[in-house]
């Protein structure tokens, strides 16, 4: 795909790099500049989560960008990932950083981009100096909390009482613009508060005002919002052939509806833009094809978006006949990433420090159980210190001294076997409870209850609107290890009562609105992935 504009004139230019954007602020100040020389663009991700296809969303839109001859810096973010709610330990952002690096920079090439005509910079490299921290400074004695709160809603996770990281995190974000010397900041719409608190803020440092260009978000494969946290809301840019092809069979894709449609927006979003591209892996297509037996009518393309959406609405296109275009489509797309990563032993190794597996029964490197105790004991407790599993509910049975109560015998993996005690009567139905799974805290002082020792403690989101026991994935396992995204298990034996951790900790638990459970507004997660609730947005945990 060349990255030379073939001497188009402005408006061509700005026409291209509008196309499928869902909002542009300052589309005259794009115009002004592109008459006399081409536009600088920058994208930044923040280093959390793994990157997953939703991310080829940007990446197909820079192609775009760079096919209007605009000059594109990609940002990694890694101080912005430190700042929101530290969803990573810095030595685990270092890591997570080479991998974000090293898997854009492969997705840049499996869409035809050339990479020479991009930069790429890692936020702490500027964003340490003297100049930047000074501004930094400059800029919180101008900003309200109020603004600092409102600009960070959508994208800063949001708690009862936020860490003043995460009011930061939208100023260092309006300053990278005239850091990176850019004349627009290209993002998701979920950024617009950011984008607006730039436009506001900046001239108040007597720097100029940036455009703004904004992509919509792209429905994950659950109907929400594709989501690092949530494994069943998206695909792995390294997932399989055959995980891909399993994910996308289950995703949501309501015949004839276009709403939430994941499937058909990926579509849309990702692969039309890419159809007869020079230099992308779709170049030699003519239209969007989908191949079906003859008495389902046969094999079709279709040269637009607008025509394939027409198709589905009327019921032309049958789900399942557009998912296994979308799949064999994104496959093509993956195959190439998952070669280099597979070939590579560095590669491998370096996904699996950047995200390390939760192994079943994992025990804590010692380093990892020094700086948990270290955390705990300087600035308060520490998920980490949690010794939270999967459990089996083998048996329930009401408590014969206490009408409330029922008495559950769970396996936690191996051959041990646990008694609990959960005050779910009237609540829960015992027949909800046997037979499941659940997440249980196993390291809380074992207590008698009326007369009956529990030795541990079923976790539920719990509101005047009900109770519901948390959700591990399906497939999880007694005894799997249930931890908070960025914080490594390092479990106490035992929690000391006197020390309230468990208190402490808890007080911080809630269900966010994806509908997964979460510490501080960081995800509670299996080797699996999400663990969840089918109701209960905003419920506390206990």
């Known amino acids: 795909m060349s990255g030379g504009d073939g001497g188009m004139r402005a408006e061509e230019k700005l026409r291209i790099i509008k196309e499928n954007l869902q909002e542009v602020v300052g589309e005259e100040r794009l115009l002004e500049v592109l008459q006399t020389r081409d536009l600088r663009v920058y994208w930044g991700t923040a280093t959390t989560g793994r990157p997953h296809i939703a991310y080829f969303v940007p990446v197909s839109k820079i192609a775009d960008f760079l096919r209007a001859g605009c000059e594109v810096t990609v940002l990694f973010a890694d101080l912005h990932a430190y700042l929101d709610n530290m969803k990573a330990p810095w030595e685990l952002l270092a890591l997570r950083t080479r991998y974000y690096q ?4 492969a997705m840049l090439r499996a869409v035809g981009v050339p990479l020479e005509k991009l930069r790429f910079v890692k936020g702490t490299e500027y964003q340490l100096s003297r100049e930047y921290t000074l501004d930094v400074y400059r800029l919180s004695s101008l900003v309200t909390e109020h603004d600092a709160k409102k600009a960070g809603a959508e994208v800063v996770k949001q708690v009862d009482h936020p860490l003043l990281s995460g009011l930061l995190y ?3 974000q309006a300053l990278d613009e005239h850091y990176l010397h850019v004349d627009a900041q ?27 260009l904004m992509n919509p978000m792209v429905p994950g494969l659950t109907g929400a919002k594709m989501s690092s946290s949530d494994e069943d809301s998206k695909i792995d840019i390294l997932d399989s052939a055959s995980v891909v092809k399993k ?9 004839g509806e276009i709403a939430d449609n994941g499937v058909l927006h990926f579509a849309k979003h990702v692969i039309f833009p890419l159809v007869g591209k020079a230099g992308s892996p779709f170049e030699n297509e003519i239209g969007f094809t989908i191949t079906r037996p003859e008495e389902y009518g046969g094999t079709v393309s279709f040269p637009s978006y607008s025509s394939l959406e027409t198709a589905f609405v009327a019921k032309e296109v049958h789900p399942g006949d557009l998912k296994n275009a979308v799949e064999r489509y994104l496959n093509q797309l993956l195959e190439p990433i ?20 939760v192994g079943k029964k994992a025990k804590a490197p010692p380093a990892a159980a020094a700086a948990a105790k270290e955390a705990a004991a300087s600035n308060g407790p520490s998920p980490s210190q949690l010794d939270l599993r999967v459990g089996l509910i083998t048996q329930v049975s009401r408590h014969p001294e206490a009408d409330s109560l029922y008495i559950e015998k769970v396996e936690l993996g191996g051959d041990e076997v646990r008694t ?6 009237g609540k829960v139905e015992e027949s909800a409870l046997l037979g499941c799974t659940g997440v249980f805290v196993c390291n809380l002082k074992p207590q008698k209850m009326r007369g009956v020792l529990s030795e541990a403690m079923l976790l539920c989101a719990s509101s005047e609107n009900g109770v519901e026991p948390l959700r591990p994935p399906d497939g999880s396992s007694p005894g799997d290890v249930v931890s908070v995204s960025g914080y490594p298990p390092a479990p106490e034996k035992v929690l000391n009562p006197k020390k309230k951790i468990w208190e402490t900790l808890a007080a911080d638990m809630a269900i966010s609105d994806d509908l997964v459970a979460t510490w501080s507004g960081c995800p509670f997660e299996t080797p699996g992935g999400s663990v969840r609730v089918h109701s209960m947005k905003g419920a506390p945990i206990k």
Request: net charge positive; glycine share 8%.
């Open 102 to 105: 090293a898997v854009i920079q």
């Open 170 to 172: 939208p100023g260092l």
């Open 186 to 212: 290209f993002g998701g719409v979920d950024q617009r508060k950011i984008f607006m608190f730039a436009e506001k803020y900046l001239p108040h440092l007597g720097y100029a005002k940036r455009a703004h």
């Open 247 to 255: 994910k996308i069979s289950r995703a949501y894709c309501a015949e």
């Open 338 to 357: 998952r070669q280099q990563f597979t070939a590579d032993p560095q590669l491998q190794k370096l996904v699996s420090q950047a995200y390390p597996p």
């Open 420 to 425: 609990v005690v959960s005050g779910l009567v």
